[in-house]
C-alpha cells in the first residue's frame, strides 16, 4: 500500500497569504494518478485537482499542483475566506487508493 | 447537474449487517466505475470498495475484504454496500462517489454507526 505523508498538519495563514502544502508518498506515484481534495466541515470532499496539476472546471485558477515522483505539492495563490478548510492529497493508481491524513489550513 | 443520493445508514450492533444504497442522477450511470470512500468521525478519508461500470470487476480494501460487497444495479441507477458482520471500527461516514479519473463526485454522505 502506498503511504502519502502530508506536511504541515495544520498551516495557520491570513487572507491574502500564499499557501503550500506537501504530500510525500512511500514510493513513486504517476503524476496522472495524483489528486488533491478539500473539505470543509459537515461537507463531503471536493476534487480540486487531479493528474497532479490539472484542475476540474469550477476550480479557481488561485489553486494549482505540481510535482512528481514522490513528491507533490499543492498551492493556494493568495487566500480566500472560503478557502481555509482541510485538504487530502490522494494516490489513484495503484490499489487500494489511498489519501494523506489531511492538512488543515485555518485562520491566523 | 450530478446528484449522488445515500441511503440506509443507521445504528447498528457489532456483529450486525447494513446495506447503504446510493442513487445517481445527471449521469449516464451504466457508464462508470463508482466508488465507496468512508470517514471515521473527526478522522480522514479511507477508500472502501469500487465498481466496474456492468458489475463484473470488484475491489475492496483489506480491511472489509471478506465482510462488505458492493454492486449496483444500472437500469435503477443504483449502487448499493452490503456490509456484514460490523464492528465498531467500522463506524464512519460512507460516501458515494462516481469515477471519472478519480473520485470526481461525491453525495452527501451516510453515517453508520456501530455500537452495542
Known amino acids: 500500500e502506498i503511504v502519502l505523508t502530508q506536511s504541515p498538519g495544520t498551516l495557520s495563514l491570513s487572507p491574502g497569504e500564499r499557501a503550500t502544502l506537501s504530500c510525500r508518498a512511500s514510493?513513486?506515484?504517476?503524476?496522472?494518478?495524483f489528486a488533491w481534495f478539500q473539505q470543509k466541515p459537515g461537507q463531503a470532499p471536493r476534487l480540486l485537482i487531479y493528474s497532479a496539476s490539472r484542475r476540474p472546471t469550477g476550480i479557481p485558477d488561485r489553486f494549482s499542483g505540481s510535482g512528481s515522483g514522490t513528491d507533490f505539492t499543492l498551492t493556494i495563490s493568495r487566500l480566500e475566506p472560503e478557502d481555509f478548510a482541510v485538504y487530502y492529497c490522494q494516490q489513484y493508481g495503484t490499489s487500494p487508493w489511498t489519501f494523506g491524513q489531511g492538512t488543515k489550513v485555518e485562520v491566523k | 447537474e450530478v446528484h449522488l443520493v445515500e441511503s440506509g445508514g443507521g445504528l447498528v450492533q457489532p456483529g450486525g449487517s447494513l446495506r447503504l444504497s446510493c442513487v445517481a442522477s445527471?449521469?449516464?450511470?451504466?457508464?462508470?466505475?463508482m466508488h465507496w470512500v468512508r470517514q471515521a468521525p473527526g478522522k480522514g478519508l479511507m477508500w472502501v470498495s469500487k465498481i466496474n461500470s456492468d458489475g463484473s470487476s470488484t475491489d475492496y480494501a483489506d480491511s472489509v475484504k471478506g465482510r462488505f460487497t458492493i454492486s449496483r444495479d444500472n437500469a435503477k441507477n443504483t449502487l448499493f454496500l452490503q456490509m456484514n458482520s460490523l464492528r465498531v471500527e467500522d463506524t464512519a461516514v460512507y460516501y458515494c462517489?462516481?469515477?471519472?479519473?478519480?473520485?470526481?463526485?461525491w453525495g452527501q454522505g451516510a453515517l453508520v454507526t456501530v455500537s452495542s
Open positions: 445527471g449521469i449516464t450511470f451504466s457508464s462508470h466505475w
Open positions: 462517489t462516481r469515477a471519472l479519473g478519480t473520485l470526481d463526485d
Open positions: 514510493q513513486s506515484v504517476s503524476s496522472t494518478y
